[in-house]
């Protein structure tokens, strides 16, 4: 009923190239950023922040960035963790190796070596795809297990192989308490979001687009394969890369090589398919979906009065991530945020069917 | 060179294991074009189907655990490994005819997932054996020829021929039997197979029982080397860089990548590890997959790719 665009006319082309063409939207979403701006931080808890909040924003971010390169220009990776470990590894070597140097110039430093990294192993994707590509990619994610582990210069010389982000400030803005890293991640993840979506619905997101879509014929309409596919990758492993950093910094604080497992690739793989491959919102939706549903697998037991073992719990959570995954490849293969445009448009034309 | 031939020996029995988790995977994917990424779950369930129910059928049916039981609980394990490709089949890839290969490989992720967490919660997650008889003891062979001779495990030996005989079966199954051509047939075109009669359901549940059974070979032999435990589901992605190697249409392309990889990671770790830091077993298949794949991208005995538009 209010979700109209009746007499919205669109009188220019700035007009008409808008993000969110429709009144309703950019109100709803300026009321979205409020709420998380301005309510969240005055009204959730230290707990909601660090159990819920922080580790959906980085997911969320991280999510994001494979989403471009998987979700838009077609190319499957099941290294995700190995570029989010570059990151976060690269940013720490900038914290300690150099004094002084600020906490924002380390995290976009960790995203630019992860990008220079991702364009490395992205090389393969020139000559091999799909499944040969898949395999290709989990190789950047054993040489990072490996680096990670074993060469001491990655982890500067610690001696139990785990690293410590330290202290986190800005400018002077000292950043301890859950509420301002949580301020941190929402502004990052904001930039990098609204950078992706403009960079997918422009010239270079077209491209990718129609690689994915069949690469030969794109390279038929002159699309260059190899700049469309290596910028995929890079753009695709600099967000992962800062994501990865954001993981090691904010949330984990201290971290060892195993917080960038091959499961983390894995879990960011499931997020966009039930989020919805090749949609920004989507990634955003699967992120929360699967930092969610753990919670609620540990509530329900206890509202319902049954007890669960941990470990009953976590098979559970195992084979119910397992069984959505094939659900939403069969039912709805574009995800969550399919149901979402789904819904709206029911909505705009409600109460008529068409 | 008594030392390198040991080495040698270790790789190419440790080979042989990869290359029979391979099998799984070309086997489906010849079949059905689908690439099993749940072959490692698969084996981690048979093997656990296979060390309980030899502990329980005894139990059970009141007899003293022996060969009886040993053969009861293959028989058990097999006709579970049945089921589960029944139920796959069923639920998941009979609603996903025709759909992009890399539809199929998420999906079997998702399936990897759901068996990696419904084996332990029926099955229970401790680390358990399975003795189903196999020697352990090692033995020297080649006395004659070194001083000392070359120390091999007996069991690689039977785990070898084993291995050898399934592939041989294997082999002939597909290139001379009925079953074995409509299998063919449904990986080249689901949907030409389907329009010339060949009933693409039960095509893919034989299919994926056959896996399962790999698995249950698999899982036997490992499993009583290693015992029985999560990480075994882990093989399986020692086993990529395996098909990828011999190239994912070739069951000898299996065994022959199998060994190359056992035998390069042994020698690898050996001579090339303390030089850049060990521990380079996990990384060095990858590398040698991805190197020969940017050289001969449908591996080394694949048929070749060939795009049209």
């Known amino acids: 009923m209010f979700y109209r665009e009746n007499g919205q006319f669109k009188t220019s082309y700035r007009a008409d190239q808008q993000i969110f063409p429709i009144l309703q939207d950019r109100v709803a979403v300026l009321l979205l950023l409020a709420l998380a701006f301005v309510a969240v931080p005055l009204l959730a808890s230290d707990y909601v922040f660090q159990a819920v909040l922080i580790p959906f924003l980085i997911m969320a ?33 900038f914290q300690v190796r150099f004094d002084g140097m600020p906490l924002l110039v380390s995290l976009l430093g960790g995203g630019l070596v992860a990008m220079v990294f991702g364009m490395v192993f992205g090389l393969p994707s020139l000559r091999i795809r799909g499944l040969y ?222 | 060179m008594g030392f390198f031939l040991e080495t040698l020996f270790g790789g190419l029995m440790t080979g042989m294991l990869y290359a029979l988790v391979a099998l799984g995977f070309v086997l489906i994917f010849k079949a059905s074009g689908v690439f099993n990424f749940a072959q490692g779950a698969m084996v981690l369930f048979a093997a656990l189907a296979m060390a309980r129910f030899s502990e329980w059928i005894p139990g059970w049916l009141g007899m003293a655990p022996g060969v009886l039981s040993v053969l009861l609980a293959i028989v058990v394990s097999i006709l579970i490994m049945v089921g589960v490709a029944w139920l796959i089949e069923r639920l998941a890839l009979r609603h996903l005819v025709n759909q992009e290969p890399i539809t199929l490989l998420m999906a079997t992720l998702g399936i990897a997932y759901l068996l990696d967490g419904f084996g332990p919660m029926i099955f229970g997650s401790a680390v358990y054996s399975i003795n189903v008889g196999m020697p352990k003891d090692p033995v020297f062979i080649l006395e004659g020829m070194f001083e000392g001779g070359v120390l091999v495990s007996l069991e690689d030996f039977y785990a070898a021929g084993i291995a050898a005989a399934l592939v041989a079966a294997l082999t002939v199954f597909f290139q001379f039997t009925k079953t074995g051509r409509a299998l063919r047939a449904v990986a080249d075109d689901h949907q030409a197979a389907q329009s010339i009669g060949i009933p693409l359901a039960r095509m893919w549940v034989i299919v994926w029982s056959v896996a399962g059974v790999v698995a249950l070979v698999v899982g036997i032999i490992w499993g009583s080397k290693l015992g029985v435990q999560y990480s075994l589901s882990l093989v399986a992605l020692k086993a990529l860089p395996v098909v990828i190697l011999g ?63």
């Open chain 1, 61 to 93: 971010l991280g999510a994001l960035g494979l989403n471009i390169l998987v979700g838009y220009c077609g190319q499957i990776s099941l290294g995700t963790g190995a570029f989010m470990a570059v990151g976060a590894y690269a940013a720490f070597n």
């Open chain 1, 133 to 354: 590509l898949a395999v290709a990619t989990l190789a950047a994610q054993f040489f990072m297990d490996w680096l990670t582990s074993r060469a001491k210069w990655v982890t500067n010389n610690s001696s139990s192989g785990s690293v410590s982000a330290g202290p986190l400030s800005i400018a002077g803005w000292k950043i301890d308490t859950p509420m301002e890293k949580y301020l941190l991640c929402l502004a990052i993840l904001c930039v990098l979001a609204l950078a992706a979506k403009n960079l997918v619905r422009s010239a270079i997101g077209r491209e990718w687009m129609a690689i994915r879509d069949m690469d030969v014929a794109a390279a038929v309409i002159g699309i260059r394969p190899m700049y469309a596919k290596l910028s995929a990758f890079g753009v695709s492993s600099f967000i992962v890369g800062v994501a990865g950093a954001l993981w090691g910094f904010v949330h984990l604080g201290a971290w060892e090589p195993a917080a960038f497992s091959i499961d983390r690739s894995f879990q960011l793989l499931f997020m966009i398919i039930i989020g919805g491959l090749g949609s920004i919102v989507g990634s955003l939706f699967g992120a929360a979906f699967f930092v969610l549903l753990p919670l609620f697998l540990n509530y329900v037991p206890h509202w319902l009065g049954l007890p669960l073992s941990t470990a009953t719990a976590t098979y559970l959570e195992h084979m119910i991530f397992g069984a959505l995954i094939v659900f939403f490849l069969i039912v709805e293969p574009h995800g969550l945020a399919r149901l979402w445009s789904t819904a709206r448009q029911k909505l705009r034309v409600w109460p008529f069917p068409h």
């Open chain 2, 247 to 309: 190239g994912l249409t070739s069951l000898p392309g299996a065994i022959i990548g199998g060994l190359i990889i056992g035998v390069g990671e042994k020698l690898s770790e050996v001579y090339l590890g303390p030089m850049i830091g060990g521990g380079i077993e996990n990384w060095f298949a990858y590398g040698l997959a991805l190197a020969l794949l940017l050289v001969r991208p449908q591996g080394l005995f694949g048929e070749k790719i060939i795009d049209r538009v």
